[in-house]
């Protein structure tokens, strides 16, 4: 059974960090392509980044949060990392990571795996 877990979420004051985790189980975590997407009360689920399995240099990221936020990965422990900083109040949402076998997406559609999502609440 495949499972994705966040946590790190919480609340935060404009330009405050958060660092993101999602600790994955039941798949082999290092063949698969890990997506960070939120989704805004009343907005629909919107990508914001994506890291390739094959080499953890290889990422993309939404236009919104490019120079603010970093995913990254350590296969090791089966865990992708947002490293989100310079936050704002644009920035509150729920947050969910997601796996796909392939290539990397900006399409929520075309992730498999979902986590429950974490809540970040970002104050001005």
């Known amino acids: 059974q495949v499972q994705l877990v966040e946590s790190g979420g919480g609340l935060v004051q404009a330009g405050g960090s958060l660092r993101l985790s999602c600790a994955a189980s039941?798949?082999?975590?290092?063949?698969?392509?890990m997506g960070w997407f939120r989704q805004a009360p009343g907005k629909e689920r919107e990508f914001v980044a994506t890291i390739h399995w094959s080499a953890s240099i290889t990422t993309l990221y939404a236009d919104s949060v490019k120079g603010r936020f970093t995913i990254s990965r350590d296969n090791a422990k089966k865990t992708v990392y947002l490293q989100m900083g310079s936050l704002k109040p644009e920035d509150t949402a729920d947050y969910y990571c997601a796996a796909r076998a392939g290539a990397r997406s900006v399409v929520a559609a075309e992730y498999l795996y979902w986590g429950q999502g974490t809540q970040v609440t970002v104050s001005s």
């Open positions: 039941g798949l082999t975590f290092g063949s698969y392509t």
